[in-house]
């Protein structure tokens, strides 16, 4: 940081109660009063150099002590009190963090060149030319101290030429960089590495959101640098001002924040989500849906969930498990992870995928595309269903939600009922099979569907439905072999006569399976309405059996559902 000194003499200011002055044996004419504190000091002293109080004594007896009121001089008292030193010819100190302070009170007291050669003000704005501007520290820091005296910095051309300095800084090519630059990511070691593209994104972080605006929206118009750098840089932004909704789980644990923090917070997340450059892929998915998060946690404005959660739906391909969970924050709800954030992200996601593809089936992007989504939800249900107060509705919400063509099996869904049922074990016997409904047995790999005939956490009809595919998927095989009907390429024309013949020979077998299927479907009939009046699962278990021993499916599978 640079610094300039002014002055030879020592300070010789001293207080006394709520007044500050010099050590002098002269007599002092001159009583300057700003907010609660009395100056007394000299005309001789101060005229010369101040064209204000020069005009404002003009009238005054030199006999008399004259009293000036500077309660609307830029910086208070203490940038008062370094011009006054200035006067007196006492040593200070000026650098980045008071230079705009000095400055703008020297422009009120009007030290200007019209007043006296060399003029506080013409050395002030040689400093800040020559020092702070050619600084990448300096002129942040000085930006950041405009803040408490925005208008005067403005109208001064301060704030200007500060982000002009500090875009051309940033506009650099990194193997230009020669100044010193704050870079805290893990594993980078300066001394060894290049100087990365991003090195401006933390120094930047320092300054206010509106002053941090000014600068991104600077370097967007010149083109220069990839809408990634930018989002990098609104990334760092926001993990250093926004809080993080992964540690907070209920409002009332942030009870001691104000009113004005939150009304901060809000302000800080809608600039950055406005700035978000609009190329997709600019910020990563798991950024967008965290800032939905804190959307959700401050009450954010509609416009900005809803743009967030837009922003999401088009990058939720990208999405983990670990980006979609977030702990809900609404005291009305017990259950810990947010899942109504991921159904709203779902539901966008899927009214854009059914708008931008009318037959889905036809096209193999969007095919992909939304089998991705299937498995990314199924295993987001999988994690979720082990909070033991998370109510059925909120796993249907994005269960449910998939298209068939999202699954192209039911593995996935099924081990996410498991877990659901082996975490809860007092659910009702309605909510089982409304966990359930969705569950197609015909989607289950052969590996899933031995479990499921054996797993008594299932509801009785579910296991009975896997029983008859099983049944089913039986005798089209037995039906096939007894045909003679091979599994390999159609067979020539001279065998074709035969298999005809014999597949006349089989029309009576297949009538035979047809009256088995019925008695199996009156059968779960049967199961049904025993469940209904409260039978109890023991009667819903014989029936079981009765249907595996219809099946003919052999002694060992017999034997495992008989564990049932």
């Keep these: 940081m640079k610094f300039m000194k002014l002055g030879t003499r020592p300070d010789t200011f001293y207080t006394e109660e709520a007044t500050r002055s010099v050590i002098s044996d002269t007599p002092k004419d001159l009583v300057i009063q700003i907010s609660n504190i009395n100056y007394h000091l000299h005309q001789f002293s101060l005229l010369p150099k101040c064209g204000l109080l020069r005009k404002l004594c003009v009238d005054s007896d030199d006999s008399s002590t004259v009293t000036i009121e500077l309660h609307d001089i830029p910086g208070g008292e203490d940038a008062f009190e370094l011009c006054a030193k200035y006067c007196y010819g006492i040593i200070i100190n000026l650098s980045a963090h008071n230079f705009v302070s000095a400055f703008c009170a020297a422009k009120f007291l009007r030290m200007t060149e019209a007043v006296e050669k060399g003029s506080f003000v013409l050395k002030l704005e040689a400093f800040f030319n020559s020092c702070i501007l050619v600084g990448w520290k300096d002129s942040i820091i000085t930006l950041q101290t405009t803040v408490k005296l925005t208008e005067w910095s403005e109208n001064l051309g301060i704030i200007r030429r500060c982000v002009d300095s500090i875009v051309g800084k940033i506009l650099t090519p990194p193997a230009k960089v020669t ?216 796993v249907l919400s994005v269960a449910e939600a998939l298209p068939d063509s999202a699954r192209k099996d039911h593995d996935d ?106 008695v199996v479907r009156e059968e779960i009939e049967e199961i049904e309405v025993n469940e209904s009046r409260g039978g109890g699962s023991c009667g819903g278990m014989m029936n079981a059996k009765k249907i595996n021993n219809k099946s003919g499916s052999g002694h060992s599978r017999d034997k495992s559902r008989d564990r049932l």
Aim: charged share 25%; glycine share 4%.
């Design 413 to 518: 869904l099924y081990r996410a009922i498991n877990i659901y049922l082996k975490k809860h074990p007092d659910l009702s016997k309605g909510d089982k099979k409304r966990l359930c409904r969705n569950l197609d047995c015909q989607k289950l790999s052969p590996e899933v569907r031995s479990h499921a005939v054996k797993n008594e956490r299932l509801p009785l009809r579910t296991v009975v439905q896997v029983l008859f595919f099983e049944q089913e998927k039986g005798s089209y095989e037995q039906t096939t072999r007894s045909a003679g009907i091979p599994t390999t390429p159609a067979p020539s024309s001279e065998s074709s006569a035969r298999d005809d013949q014999k597949m006349k020979r089989t029309d009576k077998k297949t009538q035979l399976e047809a009256g088995k299927k019925k």
């Design 179 to 394: 100044w010193s630059y704050t870079y805290t990511r893990i594993g980078f070691n300066k001394e060894q590495q290049m100087v990365p593209k991003d090195w401006w994104t933390e120094d930047i972080s320092d300054l206010d959101i509106d002053l941090f605006r000014c600068i991104i929206i600077a370097i967007q118009s010149t083109h220069m640098l990839p809408p990634q750098l930018i989002g990098e840089a609104l990334h760092v932004y926001a993990c250093r001002w926004l809080p993080d909704t992964t540690k907070i789980t209920r409002p009332e644990s942030s009870g001691s924040q104000t009113d004005e923090v939150t009304d901060k917070h809000r302000k800080v997340l809608e600039i950055i989500v406005n700035t978000i450059p609009s190329d997709k892929g600019s910020v990563s998915v798991g950024f967008l849906l965290r800032l939905l998060s804190i959307a959700n946690y401050l009450g954010a404005s509609t416009v900005t969930k809803t743009e967030l959660t837009r922003r999401s739906s088009l990058q939720l391909e990208e999405a983990t498990v670990s980006d979609l969970l977030f702990p809900s924050h609404s005291s009305s709800n017990q259950h810990y992870y947010d899942i109504d954030l991921v159904a709203a992200v779902l539901e966008s996601f899927l009214l854009l995928w059914r708008r931008t593809s009318p037959a889905p089936t036809e096209s193999t992007q969007f095919m992909r595309s939304i089998t991705k989504i299937g498995k990314l939800i199924d295993y987001y249900v999988q994690a979720v269903a082990r909070d033991v107060n998370l109510p059925v509705s909120k």
